[in-house]
């Protein structure tokens, strides 16, 4: 018993404390928070990039646009008005645009005012024949959220964008327009990031708009 007691006692004092964790032994809360800070802000660098090579970002403003272009027809139908879908290549953005009633596209060329007056008037829009009819009509933006203001996502363009009636080389922005009496323009609109492209094509006599995936052949 004796030489239990005494080997107790000679224990070192060491082996009686508890162990310190060492600094390797975890991390504080500000390197926590400076890491989880590092995660996020390269997240948001690579999903850009992430998106051009899946065509998730083409798909999504594909959908977005298809769904858009059902709703303008819709609501042509319904308030008896001439609705556009503007498409701008330039800024990479799309937004809906109204007027009261009836609007056609003016073909008689002894009809038209002088084109030099109407650029001057116009001097925003860089169509021609888009000018002749802003000359007739009266079209203000029109204010909903589904059809609000946007711009495609990531690095998300417009492709060549064929509509009926419009020269497949014209410059500048583009309009598909619904008509009061359940009418649309026959277009095709790509959306094309890197080697991705959704292209939405919008039939005239349902308005129906599908999004297709890869370019369409336009037959005249």
Not at 169 to 182: D, K, L, W
Request: hydrophobic share 40%.
């Amino acid at each position: 018993m004796r030489g239990a007691r005494h080997s107790e006692r000679g224990l070192s004092p060491d082996l009686h404390r508890p162990a310190k964790r060492g600094r390797e032994g975890g991390f504080t809360l500000i390197e926590l928070i400076v890491v989880v800070g590092i995660i996020v802000l390269l997240a948001g660098l690579a999903a850009p990039a992430l998106g051009s090579l899946t065509g998730a970002n083409a798909r999504e403003a594909a959908g977005r646009l298809a769904g858009g272009m059902r709703y303008l027809f819709d609501t042509a139908a319904l308030r008896r008005a001439t609705c556009r879908l503007a498409l701008d290549p330039a800024t990479r953005t799309w937004w809906a645009e109204c007027a009261e009633g009836a609007a056609t596209i003016e073909k008689d060329p002894r009809a038209r005012e002088d084109d030099e007056e109407l650029a001057s008037r116009f001097s925003d829009e860089k169509d021609a024949e888009t000018r002749r009819l802003l000359a007739k009509t009266r079209f203000g933006a029109f204010s909903d959220r589904l059809v609000a203001r946007r711009e495609l996502p990531g690095k998300a363009g417009f492709g060549k964008i064929h509509v009926e009636g419009r020269d497949d080389a014209g410059t500048g922005t583009a309009y598909v327009y619904f008509f009061p009496g359940g009418r649309a323009q026959r277009a095709v609109v790509p959306v094309v990031d890197g080697s991705n492209v959704y292209s939405i094509v919008v039939e005239p006599f349902t308005g129906r708009a599908r999004v297709v995936n890869g370019p369409v052949e336009v037959k005249e």
